[in-house]
């Protein structure tokens, strides 16, 4: 036989006895094929590639050059890859190129399906293609066939998993034309010492050009280079990994184009937070509150102009006061590091708790007509003995009360206000209230037009006493809220406490003793603390986070990320159980047969994110989309390069022309 032959056959059989082993030198590096050693999962499996010293592999987006690790499961038919996990890159400069890889070892971690039961003998025929360099690139390959009992078992493939980032960065991105570069904006760090963002997307950035971070005391900006043909536009959905310090983190953004949002946006928003807060008065939350007000205004339909303008004035800086003092403690929470959106303050159950106990005591004053002398309770029912005082209260508790519910125009306006820096916060929290407040401000510049409203007579105090059941209503509401927050200990101990407010306010209402009235008001209020303080202690995840229901799928960081990359359409609810506009658009609209048959027969998964409770991971999602508060309604399917987002006030026919 010619000695080509000879060296041929050895070549070949040499090739062979290393295949069916679970590791192969393919040249310029050492492939292996590994399972996990902890527990019993056969839905993962690692590909590890140790390199010879001074070579190294690529990334799933290479940069200038390369290309990333191709793997194929040749057999069993039934065994596919489901998704290759790529550990965070480090920057491997060549230049004048920049590309991201790995230098001396890497192992990829690969998720796999399977129909066909995979035991210790089920046989596996790997190809593994992939990219080497040095000075050159050599394309190298490595053929396996071995059984599932072969494969290495060590922790490696879990301690590789564990690198791959699962949180994702709340960040905005713009693109500037006027310099050519993506600038994305986020916080949230008190001190960077290295910053990076890999892009997942190819063809869009300049790899060699140097990302410059610059910080404004509130945000940090991130300038990144595009490349001059690049096609990116505000359809193009950016992914990738951010490196902040020693951390990787996951971002996915939609950029906006930077001339028109900084020339536009401030003053489209200041105009959505007027017209937000100018419907928030016909709200369900707000209208008990704002009807005792108007009812109080009809009172003065014989009063003279000054007084009509003076109440109107002051329950209106009671409302912008209580706007700002919002805006002024948003701020400074900010400034803490703390993340927080719209409605945080009803996430406390002390909050929930003071709020119900309130709204018991003043549904207890308009039925039984009780005067206190306590201006905030009376909201101005009473015409001989109403103050000034009276009227900032009411405005004071319509601002609060209003907290639950968000108006059409007014998730926007508040997401650009908590997300950009003071500057923005005051003007569109001022421009919020000014609508709030507008029609009392209009009345203030036109008093007779208090003669357009119904005439004074005994039919107001039939409407005032029943103004006290919407009260009513409010407050079990807000015990239902405050019972997915807190333990049955602390829900009995609230029930108790308006037991005893009914009992001293009917104990009130038959007598004319001012002593024993106010021994009652000190016993309700010492209560109400005592309760409260109470609750410390007792808060339980008990939301409805924690609910089963076939009609739905519970939201979690990485699941969008999943149903994207398996191309499944997905439609989210970000909800929570103290938002009434949330609660009133899954009744009348995505509980309904039809919504959720639609869903069923598109396969489209609905999600829900509950934020009834505090969760910083909902709050990042909701910032990534350009919110800080609930309801917020997502849609996306593998047709669409961005998810799109459906208004605040939902109907069947509105679901139906978004999806």
């Given at each position: 036989m010619p000695i080509k032959n000879l060296r041929f056959l050895y070549l070949l059989l040499a090739f062979y006895?290393?295949?069916?082993?679970?590791?192969?030198?393919?040249g310029h590096s050492i492939v292996s094929i590994h399972k996990i050693s902890e527990k019993i999962d056969k839905n993962f499996i690692g590909i590890k590639v140790d390199?010879?010293?001074?070579?190294?592999?690529?990334?799933?987006?290479?940069?200038?050059?390369?290309?990333?690790?191709?793997?194929?499961?040749?057999?069993?038919?039934?065994?596919?890859?489901?998704?290759?996990?790529?550990?965070?890159?480090?920057?491997?400069?060549?230049?004048?190129?920049?590309?991201?890889?790995?230098?001396?070892?890497v192992?990829?971690?690969?998720?796999?399906?399977?129909?066909?039961?995979?035991?210790?003998?089920?046989?596996?025929?790997?190809?593994?293609?992939?990219?080497?360099?040095?000075?050159?690139?050599?394309p190298e390959s490595a053929v396996f066939s071995l059984k599932y009992s072969e494969f290495i078992a060590t922790d490696e493939t879990t301690e590789w998993l564990k690198t791959i980032p699962d949180i994702t960065y709340p960040v905005l991105t713009f693109i500037n034309n006027e310099n050519n570069t993506l600038d994305m904006k986020f916080s949230g760090i008190d001190e960077i010492s290295d910053v990076y963002f890999f892009p997942e997307n190819e063809n869009i950035f300049n790899y060699a050009a140097k990302q410059k971070l610059s910080y404004d005391g509130k945000n940090y900006l991130l300038e990144i280079n595009i490349d001059e043909i690049s096609n990116i536009n505000s359809q193009t959905l950016l992914t990738g990994l951010l490196k902040i310090n020693d951390g990787y983190y996951k971002v996915k953004s939609s950029p906006k184009v930077l001339e028109t949002l900084e020339s536009n946006s401030i003053l489209k928003m200041l105009l959505f937070a007027f017209i937000g807060g100018l419907i928030l008065n016909l709200m369900p939350c707000v209208f008990p509150v704002i009807s005792l007000k108007v009812l109080s205004m009809v009172k003065m339909g014989g009063e003279s102009k000054s007084k009509i303008i003076s109440h109107s004035l002051i329950f209106s800086i009671g409302v912008v006061i209580s706007f700002l003092a919002i805006a002024a403690l948003v701020t400074y929470l900010r400034s803490t590091g703390e993340m927080i959106g719209w409605g945080f303050q009803l996430q406390s159950p002390y909050v929930v708790s003071i709020l119900s106990s309130l709204m018991i005591i003043i549904g207890f004053v308009l039925l039984l007509d009780i005067n206190l002398g306590l201006s905030l309770t009376r909201l101005g029912s009473s015409t001989n003995n109403s103050s000034l005082f009276s009227s900032f209260s009411t405005g004071v508790l319509a601002v609060i009360v209003a907290s639950p519910c968000t108006a059409p125009f007014m998730g926007a306006a508040i997401g650009y206000a908590l997300l950009e820096s003071s500057s923005s916060t005051y003007p569109i929290f001022l421009s919020l209230s000014i609508g709030f407040a507008f029609?009392?401000?209009?009345?203030?510049?036109?008093?007779?037009?208090?003669?357009?409203?119904?005439?004074?007579?005994?039919?107001?105090?039939?409407f005032k006493?029943?103004?006290?059941?919407?009260m009513f209503a409010t407050a079990i509401w807000l015990l239902w809220v405050f019972s997915l927050q807190v333990s049955t200990n602390s829900l009995i101990e609230l029930i108790l406490i308006w037991f005893l407010i009914g009992i001293l306010f009917w104990l009130t209402s038959k007598t004319n003793n001012q002593i024993i009235k106010l021994v009652s008001i000190l016993i309700v209020l010492i209560s109400i603390f005592a309760q409260t303080i109470?609750?410390?202690?007792?808060?339980?995840?008990?939301?409805?986070?924690q609910?089963?229901?076939?009609?739905?799928?519970?939201?979690?960081?990485?699941?969008?990320?999943?149903?994207?990359s398996n191309n499944k359409s997905f439609f989210i609810n970000y909800t929570a159980a103290w938002c009434i506009t949330c609660q009133a658009n899954e009744k009348i609209a995505l509980s309904s047969l039809k919504v959720q048959n639609y869903f069923k027969s598109q396969d489209i998964t609905y999600l829900k994110a509950d934020w009834t409770n505090k969760s910083p991971e909902i709050l990042e999602s909701l910032k990534k989309y350009g919110r800080t508060g609930v309801p917020l309604y997502i849609y996306w399917e593998p047709s669409m390069s961005e998810?799109?987002?459906?208004?605040?006030?939902?109907?069947?026919k509105i679901i139906f022309d978004y999806l």
């Open positions: 006895s290393l295949s069916i082993y679970s590791q192969i030198d393919t390199l010879d010293d001074g070579w190294h592999t690529y990334w799933k987006n290479p940069g200038d050059a390369g290309g990333p690790i191709i793997v194929k499961i040749l057999s069993p038919e039934k065994v596919n890859i489901k998704k290759i996990y790529f550990p965070p890159p480090e920057l491997i400069p060549y230049e004048p190129l920049m590309t991201y890889g790995y230098k001396e070892e192992l990829f971690p690969i998720e796999i399906e399977s129909t066909h039961l995979i035991d210790e003998d089920t046989v596996f025929d790997f190809e593994v293609n992939l990219l080497i360099c040095e000075d050159v690139c050599i029609p009392y401000i209009l009345l203030a510049l036109k008093p007779s037009l208090i003669q357009k409203l119904p005439k004074p007579g005994n039919w107001m105090n039939v006493e029943f103004m006290a059941f919407p109470n609750i410390n202690n007792e808060i339980t995840k008990t939301s409805s986070d609910s089963k229901s076939n009609d739905y799928v519970l939201w979690n960081q990485t699941i969008e990320d999943d149903l994207v998810p799109r987002v459906l208004p605040a006030i939902l109907t069947e």
